[in-house]
């Protein structure tokens, strides 16, 4: 059977209601949610995922697969970084770079687009990764401009599936794949905001809880 890919793609959190705060409730819903579909992509046969690594969507999805190639090792789940440039993080915080440096630690491959800075490389980036995947998990607040919004375009030129969450509305978009997990629990199409505290009780708290993946906590 062919190996499946799936890419990650989304905003930088300056661009997200809650901002950087990682605690807010809507921020760990949004990784549960991210947490749902990349389980489920694992469950229907992507064994490699794709992260460009930047602040945000890039660097949660990274952590999320991290923590189930360590829960799951059956699965034989890789994560590749595709870096713009080496100096990506030269200007993140302290807190910022260390955790980078730590996913890419851990990463099964690392590749450079290009070694030093240039005006095109994040877009030659983001490319690369549409390229090389067959699903694109995309947190996308529905921006017509900016990076995630011309790689969403792209795969869908390239006619990849795509996969949509809304970090406004907490809406997971076009589709859902069924999850088949080994909690035996499925992700109702479309979830809508307001469903959201029942599905943390019923679906997404058992799956984090065989994740044993603590950054993403419901409140």
């Known amino acids: 059977m062919e190996d499946l890919t799936c890419a990650f793609t989304g905003h930088r959190p300056s661009s997200y209601k809650f901002g950087y705060d990682e605690e807010h409730p809507d921020c760990c819903k949004l990784k549960a949610l991210m947490t749902l579909q990349i389980v489920s992509l694992i469950e229907n046969g992507v064994t490699t995922f794709l992260s460009g690594m930047a602040l ?3 660097i949660w999805g990274a952590e999320i ?68 995947a067959n699903f694109v998990l995309a947190v996308y607040n529905g921006s017509s401009k900016g990076g995630t919004a011309y790689t969403i375009n792209y795969a869908y030129e390239k006619k990849r599936a795509v996969i949509m969450i809304d970090p406004d509305t907490l809406t997971v978009l076009p589709y859902t794949i069924n999850l088949n997990t080994v909690t035996g629990l499925a992700v109702p199409d479309g979830i809508q905001s307001s469903h959201i505290e029942s599905i ?19 409140r």
């Not at 915080?93 to 730590?102: C, G, H, I």
């Not at 679906?203 to 950054?215: A, D, R």
């Open 200 to 218: 943390f009780s019923r679906q997404i708290e058992p799956v984090l809880s065989f994740l044993s993946v603590p950054f993403i906590k419901a």
């Open 56 to 58: 945000g969507a890039d």
């Open 65 to 132: 697969v991290l923590a189930c190639k360590k829960k799951c090792p059956q699965k034989n789940i890789r994560l590749i970084a595709a870096l713009p440039c080496e100096s990506q993080a030269d200007r993140w915080s302290v807190e910022q770079r260390e955790r980078y440096f730590n996913i890419l630690a851990e990463c099964d491959e690392t590749v450079y687009i290009s070694r030093h800075y240039t005006r095109d490389c994040m877009f030659r980036r983001n490319r690369w990764l549409i390229d090389h």
